[in-house]
Every structure is written in C-alpha cells, then in structure tokens.
T-cell receptor
Framework: DGGITQSPKYLFRKEGQNVTLSCEQN?????MYWYRQDPGQGLRLIYY???????QKGDIAEGYSVSREKKESFPLTVTSAQKNPTAFYLC???????????FGSGTQLSVL | RKEVEQDPGPFNVPEGATVAFNCTYS??????FFWYRQDCRKEPKLLMS???SGNEDGRFTAQLNRASQYISLLIRDSKLSDSATYLC???????????FGTGTSLTVIP
C-alpha cells in the first residue's frame, strides 16, 4: 500500500542535541512538507520541497534544517538552535503543490 | 488578520443533531479548499474537497461562498464517531502554500 511513513512516533531530545525526524513516501509525489502543530494552534509550515535537491523555508524555519536528496525522502533535523522544540511534527506530501495533502502519522518530540 | 480563521468551539451536540462549521479566508485569490478531520494526536485525514458548486458525501455537505470568502461544512445525523477536530485548508494562488485553520472541536454526546 502506498503512503507516508514517519519515524519515530515519539522522540526525546536533550539540551543542545540535534535530532532528525524521518519521512518517507512511496506515493511518487513531487511535493513534500513539514509542519509543526502545537496544542490549540493550527499547523505551521516549517519547510517544503517541490522537487529533489530543492527546498524552501516556510513560516517557522529557524532552528530547523531539511534535505531532499531523493524523491521519496524528506528528513527534518531539529537543531539545538530551536529553543522550544516540543511539538507534534507532521510530514505531508502532494502530487503537485496545489493538490490535496496526505499526512504521515506524526512524531511527538519532547525535551528531556 | 489570520489567513484562515475558524471558530475553535468546542461544539457539543447530541447524537442525531445537525451541526455546521464555517471557515473564513482572507485572500480572494484562493484556488483550492478542503476539509480535514483530525483525531487527538493523530494525523489530519482528508474529509472532502470543496467545490464551487458545493458537494455532498453521505451525511457531509461542503459549500463555498467566494463572495463572502468562507467555506462551510454541514454534518447531518451526527454520530459518536464524528467526534474530532475539523480543519479547513485553503490554497492561495500566490505562493502555492496550504493555509490551515486552527480547527473546530466537535464532541457528539450520546
């Protein structure tokens, strides 16, 4: 079955540590996205990529980095510069930029 | 002003009731509209796209009012399983980004 796989489901970060969230899709979608969701708030865009080897900053990119070396993969690194990383992180993909989004099951990141 | 705004609720309705949510958007040059459903600590899942002529899927009806810049979702004969948060999503022509409302919380009570 085609879909988007995020891992891990839960992740804990220590102070000063970088952590990487995985996102893999086998839907053959060109566009991929990372969102952050905080309680009581809507989804906020961190980064998105429309094509391999290219990505754009979203509204809250500071403290995060991404890569898009393969069409199927769009990992997100939460760096030590992100001072408030505790949130629910959602990866999504779409066939094209204006097509409906499909989401992975999310990663809950917490700070130890 | 936020690009997309929703009444957060919560809406608590009895089983069998009809409930409607609205979502307003700020950019008149918006091209695509969707309603997503999100259960607690799960990913949003597409409920339905919203077309200019309005569309229906079983107990769910979505409508678009471009003049007043809002979309609506109507749920008839509410079921306990309809309890969730409903997110509206708008794509603007400029920037080609998805804009999410904060979600409307619905609880259907036995």
């Amino acid at each position: 079955d085609g879909g988007i796989t995020q891992s891990p489901k839960y992740l804990f970060r220590k102070e000063g540590q970088n952590v990487t969230l995985s996102c893999e899709q086998n839907l053959n979608h060109d566009a991929m996205y990372w969102y952050r969701q905080d309680p009581g708030q809507g989804l906020r865009l961190i980064y998105y990529s429309q094509i391999v080897n290219d990505f754009q900053k979203g509204d809250i990119a500071e403290g995060y980095s991404v890569s898009r070396e393969k069409k199927e993969s769009f990992p997100l690194t939460v760096t030590s510069a992100q001072k408030n990383p505790t949130a629910f992180y959602l990866c999504a993909s779409s066939m094209e930029v204006d097509e409906k989004l499909f989401f992975g099951s999310g990663t809950q990141l917490s700070v130890l | 002003r936020k690009e997309v705004e929703q009444d957060p609720g919560p809406f608590n309705v009895p089983e069998g009731a009809t409930v409607a949510f609205n979502c307003t958007y700020s950019n008149s040059a918006s091209q695509s509209f969707f309603w997503y459903r999100q259960d607690c600590r799960k990913e949003p899942k597409l409920l339905m796209s919203v077309y200019s002529s309005g569309n229906e899927d079983g107990r769910f009806t979505a409508q678009l009012n471009r003049a007043s810049q809002y979309i609506s979702l109507l749920i008839r004969d509410s079921k306990l399983s309809d309890s969730a948060t409903y997110l509206c999503v708008v794509i603007f022509l400029t920037g080609n980004q998805f804009y999410f409302g904060t979600g409307t919380s619905l609880t259907v009570i036995p």
